[in-house]
């Protein structure tokens, strides 16, 4: 071992250093806390100031008042954010690691101007821009109202084609292709039997971001989805609108909504911080 | 799908029989562009024709579900003249500010804290992380309530201090601070974890150097860390533009009803909420709401250039 002289100090975490992190995460966590606190409270608490830092025995109330709530249609919401995310997820992955394939590994007359294609459009917000045409479009279809409306146009993730392309010209060496071609394996073999292991890791990441991106989704299902038959996230916006004073249940709703999201965090946290942190240095 | 994962990875059996010299050569020259069809099938349905169709309604007097009739450019002639649709451009800029600048920067001093010899590593970036892991809607729920007049945690907080409560709703100012805040509280984090992944490729040799010539730390932050992580600053800044200019869910939620007009006076619409009501809310103006449209891209374009002008001389080359 050697100990390196002189040893650079700027490495070291300083009382100021823990200090900063401490506030930071303090006031990360605070809204958070505050959030499932009030889910168990009465509304005669939620009027209190300071705001109660304990939990109180209400919980159970808030949730059965939550889903007779009719109005709302929340369970209705959660199912169908749950079907529309886990749909939304297992098609981005798959486009995307079949299109990273291409562009990484096959040479194919104009895949540049199709990679840069994606690139450019990565930085147009199509969802905002588009919103009418999309709707006509949904109104043409007979989808307004239905869950096809808002999976589709969310199947267009430029994001999941970039990072499988990064993660595929990364993860896969390109003799290891070569050498499977000159055993006789065909494209789509080549991409069930070496490029999908080596991609595992990538699109697990993947998976994760689209889920938390599309269980987040608001503006367009606003638009395109009827009150009875809404995503979670319209459910608390409607519960919101008719129901805005009656604070534990809102607060309820919204904390049962964040609830699989941190599932997810708790479960696959250090994957999801591995993940970001290889996509900024690869981006 | 899934089973396919299952099957063993190493090596493509030999003892395949080689496929027919037609199809190898469809499945060299053919099979690429097939594998990625599926995307720009859904690209070109999806977001390539409501793009150019959104132009092509633009230049239209039309109105959702009904006539339409030619109107060159009189919708944007009409926009430029709006004084509502100025007001929807104000107030976006006016969150974007000060949901973007104290962003970066604490994202900044949060990345380099992290970048430091710690115990429990994961443990604090899982922390930072957390606001981002809480959906748009319910930020914006939680920090309403916090905003709340009467029993808001703020006012209770300034209350302390001797300041009178503050009816955040009610003032450009005040609504612009809620809703800017949203916005800091649920990105920073994430910001200063990519800004830390950029500042963990920064060779330690350099900041060896650095410090046998006696530069102090500050320095060595100024001089090294801010000048090698201008390309990942450009990047984040642009994602915050556009994240930005496009914001939408928290003035709706905060104002509650969702109506799309921002407060009793317009005081934070943005302009997405502005094109959702022209188009959705009350006068189903698809025309002008399309116009609309375009002119936030070009407010964007703006925007963009703006930003990497800035950025670019952020601890710049002096």
């Known amino acids: 071992m050697i100990t390196r002289q002189p040893v650079n100090r700027l490495w070291d975490a300083g009382a100021l250093t823990k200090v900063v992190l401490t ?257 900024a240095v690869k981006a | 799908m899934t089973l396919q994962l299952a099957t063993p990875p190493r090596h493509a059996s030999p003892k395949r029989a080689r496929p027919g010299r037609r199809m190898s050569r469809f499945d060299l020259r053919g099979m690429p562009y097939l594998l990625v069809s599926p995307y720009f099938l859904l690209f070109a349905v999806f977001g390539i024709f409501p793009l150019l169709y959104t132009f092509w309604l633009s230049l239209y007097d039309a109105e959702l579900a009904g006539d339409r009739e030619f109107a060159g450019l009189s919708n944007y002639a009409k926009l430029i003249v709006d004084a509502d649709f100025w007001n929807a451009v104000f107030n976006t800029v006016g969150i974007f500010v000060p949901a973007t600048v104290p962003q970066i920067i604490l994202a900044l001093l949060l990345a380099n804290a992290l970048n430091k010899r710690l115990r429990g590593r994961l443990f604090w970036r899982l922390g930072v992380l957390l606001p981002m892991v809480t959906s748009v809607v319910a930020v914006a729920v939680v920090f309403s309530q916090l905003y709340s007049r009467d029993y808001g945690l703020f006012n209770w907080i300034l209350g302390l201090v001797g300041i009178e409560p503050i009816a955040w709703q009610n003032e450009k100012w005040s609504s612009w601070i809620a809703i800017a805040t949203m916005v800091d509280w649920r990105w920073t984090g994430y910001n200063a974890i990519i800004l830390l992944a950029a500042m963990q490729t920064i060779p330690k040799d350099l900041y060896e150097a650095a410090a046998i010539d006696g530069a102090s730390p500050r320095r060595q932050f100024w001089q090294i860390t801010l000048p090698m ?90």
């Open chain 1, 23 to 279: 506030v930071a995460l303090l006031l990360s966590a605070y809204p958070v806390y505050y959030m499932f606190i009030m889910a168990t409270r009465t509304n005669d608490d939620a009027l209190d100031t300071p705001p109660p830092m304990l939990p109180g025995g209400n919980l159970g109330e808030n949730v059965e008042r939550l889903l007779s709530t009719e109005d709302a249609y929340f369970l209705t919401g959660l199912v169908n954010s749950a079907i529309v995310a886990t749909t939304v997820t297992v098609s981005v992955v798959l486009i995307s690691t079949l299109a990273g394939f291409a562009f990484a590994k096959l040479r194919f007359r104009g895949s540049k101007i199709l990679l840069g294609t994606i690139l450019v459009t990565m930085m147009v917000p199509l969802q905002q821009m588009g919103i009418v045409p999309l709707y006509e479009l949904m109104v043409t279809l007979g989808w307004t109202g239905k869950l096809q409306a808002v999976i589709l146009p969310f199947l267009v993730n430029g994001f999941g084609v970039f990072m499988m392309t990064q993660y595929a010209s990364q993860a896969v060496p390109d003799e290891l292709v070569e050498a499977a071609r000159v055993d006789g394996a065909s494209t789509l073999g080549i991409y069930r039997r070496v490029i999908l292991p080596a991609l595992r890791p990538g699109m697990a990441v993947l998976a994760l971001l689209v889920f938390m991106q599309t269980w987040n989704e608001f503006m367009w299902p606003l638009i395109v989805l009827l009150p009875e038959n809404p995503v979670v996230q319209t459910s608390i916006a409607a519960l919101n609108q008719a129901h805005g004073t009656d604070y534990v249940m809102l607060f309820t709703g919204t904390a049962a909504s964040v609830l699989p999201l941190f599932v997810v965090f708790v479960l696959f946290g250090r994957q999801i911080v591995g993940g970001l942190m290889e996509g």
């Open chain 2, 229 to 318: 992580l201008r390309p990942t600053i450009v990047f984040v800044v642009f994602i915050s533009t556009i994240g930005g200019l496009t914001l939408f869910t928290e003035p709706v939620m905060f104002e509650g009803e969702q109506i799309m007009t921002g407060g009793t006076t317009g005081q934070y619409q943005t302009v997405a909420m502005f094109i959702v009501e022209q188009a959705f809310r009350g006068s189903f103006q698809i025309g002008y709401a399309s116009a609309a449209a375009w002119l936030l891209f070009v407010l964007i374009l703006f925007g963009t250039m703006i930003n990497y002008w800035f950025t670019r001389r952020i601890g710049g080359a002096r």
